[in-house]
């Protein structure tokens, strides 16, 4: 008797202890889940308000903002030196920096102007040179949501805290991924159970929009990355090292300024943005901006380019356009007395990972595959928003009077130690995020003492 009960009792013990082992690690990675939505959600609703915007910033252009951006396409066209000319009238005093040629025929061309520290923007009618508008380059609508993006008005550090949110968004879809998991329940996974009134909707509908979005906010978190203001210049400095982005080649033999070309030319692209900008040998005549459009334009650059005028004796026309069509990125430095191209790098000269970094920024902005990519970025922004609301909602309805509601750890220290590994070793591969990481266990473990204190 004692034998038939010692073999039944086993098994049942086993299985105890694998259901109590599964339960610790799902505490755990929820009390991490938990810590990373806490740093994220709010920073989540701005990053996917402001880039749902951003998304379809050529059609709110072309209807807000119709009556600068948008002319009655015309046969005849102005030069770009006769447009600076009447963009001069309209800024008296300011110092022309930058044409940017029409993108379309229906399209206004625009002349950057300096006016003290202020950068102007001037909207003009190609066909007659008639002004438009006149806009600070700050206050144009889409920099101010491209600042509000990127937290850029508060300065770097409140870029870094992107940084490390983007971070922590990797940690969030892959713990929630986990926290999705079917475990043999009925709902939760890709239906949803009761009404609004009760929790288990919110996180029903929590896990099913995490399963629908997960790989979308993954997505967008990864190709935001390079765009930070220490992993992305990491990523720039050691990809143009090894020769897999910037082809530094092309400047070797070849006199450069100390000047990157995003300084002259803000459009330039991820890539090629700390690239050098080159300087003209000396010489006596500048060929003039017309001509430097008209080489370009021989030179098959695509319309819509953005050229910058030199700055002293050895300056150049620096260009670069940034088309929808991935591929078609180009830019080019000339010659600003013989119109010599001193670089020309069009987009299948830079190296992979330039380009598949690119090609990622590209699918962000909505700008690849037309309608259908700008749709699937807003719903990925669209399902962000509501992840957030949904759970703001169960913390809401789960929280205890007086307290944060924060998931308690499990009292199995190994599921704690090993996801907390794994979370720190996600962050190292951020190191912001992991900074971030290393303060959140320190301040959990000082409020944890503390509490033990006051409950002895």
Same mark, same amino acid.
């Given at each position: 008797?004692?034998?038939?009960?010692?073999?039944?009792?086993?098994?049942?013990?086993?299985?105890?202890?694998?259901?109590?082992?599964?339960?610790?690690?799902?505490?755990?990675?929820?009390?991490?889940?938990?810590?990373?939505?806490?740093?994220?959600?709010? $920073?989540?609703?701005?990053?996917?308000?402001?880039?749902?915007?951003?998304?379809?910033?050529?059609?709110?252009?072309?209807?807000?903002?119709? !009556?600068?951006?948008?002319?009655?396409?015309?046969?005849?066209?102005?030069?770009?030196?006769?447009?600076?000319?009447?963009?001069?009238?309209?800024?008296?005093?300011?110092?022309?920096?930058?044409?940017?040629?029409?993108?379309?025929?229906?399209?206004?061309?625009?002349?950057?102007?300096?006016?003290?520290?202020?950068?102007?923007?001037?909207?003009?009618?190609?066909?007659?040179?008639?002004?438009?508008?006149?806009?600070?380059?700050?206050?144009?609508?889409?920099?101010?949501?491209?600042?509000? +993006?990127?937290?850029?008005?508060?300065?770097?550090? *409140?870029?870094?805290? /992107?940084?490390?949110?983007?971070?922590?968004?990797?940690?969030?879809?892959?713990?929630?991924?986990?926290?999705?998991?079917?475990?043999?329940?009925?709902?939760?996974?890709?239906?949803?159970?009761?009404?609004?009134?009760?929790?288990?909707?919110?996180?029903?509908? +929590?896990?099913? &929009?995490?399963?629908?979005?997960?790989?979308? %906010?993954? $997505?967008?978190?990864? &190709?935001?990355?390079?765009?930070?203001?220490?992993?992305?210049?990491?990523?720039?400095?050691?990809?143009?090292? !090894?020769?897999?982005?910037?082809?530094? /080649?092309?400047?070797?033999?070849?006199?450069?300024?100390?000047?990157?070309?995003?300084?002259?030319?803000?459009?330039?692209?991820?890539?090629?943005?700390?690239?050098?900008?080159?300087?003209?040998?000396?010489?006596?005549?500048?060929?003039?901006?017309?001509?430097?459009?008209?080489?370009?334009?021989?030179?098959?650059?695509?319309?819509?380019?953005?050229?910058?005028?030199?700055?002293?004796?050895?300056?150049?026309?620096?260009?670069?356009?940034?088309?929808?069509?991935?591929?078609?990125?180009?830019?080019?430095?000339?010659?600003?007395?013989?119109?010599?191209?001193?670089?020309?790098?069009?987009?299948?000269?830079?190296?992979?990972?330039?380009?598949?970094?690119?090609?990622?920024?590209?699918?962000?902005?909505?700008?690849?595959?037309?309608?259908?990519?700008?749709?699937?970025?807003?719903? $990925?922004?669209? !399902? &962000?928003?509501?992840?957030?609301?949904?759970?703001?909602?169960?913390?809401?309805?789960?929280?205890?009077?007086?307290?944060?509601?924060?998931?308690?750890?499990?009292?199995?220290?190994?599921?704690? !130690?090993?996801?907390?590994?794994?979370?720190?070793?996600?962050?190292?591969? $951020?190191?912001?995020?992991?900074?971030?990481?290393?303060?959140?266990?320190?301040?959990?473990?000082?409020?944890?003492?503390? %509490?033990?204190?006051?409950? *002895?």
């Amino acid at each position: 008797m004692s034998l038939s009960l010692s073999g039944s009792a086993r098994p049942f013990g086993v299985a105890q202890t694998a259901r109590a082992s599964r339960e610790a690690l799902y505490r755990a990675v929820w009390r991490w889940h938990f810590y990373a939505g806490l740093l994220c959600l709010p $920073f989540l609703v701005s990053l996917s308000a402001t880039g749902a915007l951003y998304l379809f910033k050529d059609e709110i252009n072309a209807t807000v903002f119709a !009556a600068r951006t948008t002319v009655t396409p015309s046969e005849s066209r102005l030069g770009p030196d006769r447009l600076i000319f009447e963009a001069m009238q309209a800024v008296p005093g300011g110092t022309p920096l930058s044409y940017t040629d029409p993108a379309r025929p229906d399209a206004s061309a625009v002349v950057t102007l300096a006016e003290g520290k202020a950068k102007i923007l001037v909207y003009l009618d190609p066909a007659d040179g008639t002004v438009l508008d006149t806009v600070d380059r700050d206050g144009e609508f889409f920099a101010v949501v491209k600042r509000l +993006h990127s937290l850029a008005y508060f300065g770097p550090l *409140a870029n870094a805290v /992107i940084e490390i949110v983007a971070g922590f968004a990797i940690i969030l879809v892959i713990t929630g991924a986990y926290l999705w998991w079917p475990r043999g329940q009925q709902g939760g996974v890709v239906t949803v159970r009761g009404t609004p009134r009760r929790r288990v909707w919110w996180r029903d509908l +929590h896990a099913v &929009t995490g399963f629908v979005a997960g790989g979308g %906010l993954l $997505f967008l978190a990864m &190709t935001g990355l390079p765009w930070s203001i220490w992993w992305g210049d990491q990523l720039r400095h050691w990809s143009n090292a !090894a020769e897999l982005a910037q082809p530094s /080649i092309l400047w070797a033999g070849r006199p450069v300024s100390k000047v990157p070309m995003v300084d002259v030319l803000p459009s330039t692209g991820w890539t090629m943005q700390d690239a050098p900008v080159p300087q003209s040998p000396a010489g006596t005549k500048p060929i003039g901006i017309d001509e430097a459009a008209a080489i370009l334009t021989r030179l098959g650059m695509p319309r819509g380019f953005e050229l910058s005028l030199p700055v002293g004796p050895t300056g150049v026309y620096a260009a670069a356009v940034y088309p929808k069509d991935v591929a078609r990125q180009r830019v080019v430095s000339l010659d600003q007395y013989t119109g010599k191209p001193l670089v020309d790098v069009p987009f299948q000269q830079i190296g992979p990972v330039g380009r598949l970094i690119q090609y990622g920024i590209g699918i962000h902005l909505g700008q690849y595959w037309g309608r259908a990519n700008q749709l699937a970025m807003l719903a $990925f922004c669209l !399902a &962000t928003i509501l992840l957030s609301v949904t759970a703001g909602a169960m913390w809401w309805k789960r929280r205890p009077a007086g307290g944060l509601g924060v998931p308690p750890w499990p009292r199995d220290r190994r599921a704690v !130690a090993g996801v907390t590994g794994i979370v720190v070793g996600l962050g190292a591969l $951020f190191p912001l995020t992991g900074l971030a990481i290393l303060a959140m266990l320190g301040l959990d473990l000082i409020l944890g003492l503390a %509490l033990r204190r006051r409950t *002895a």
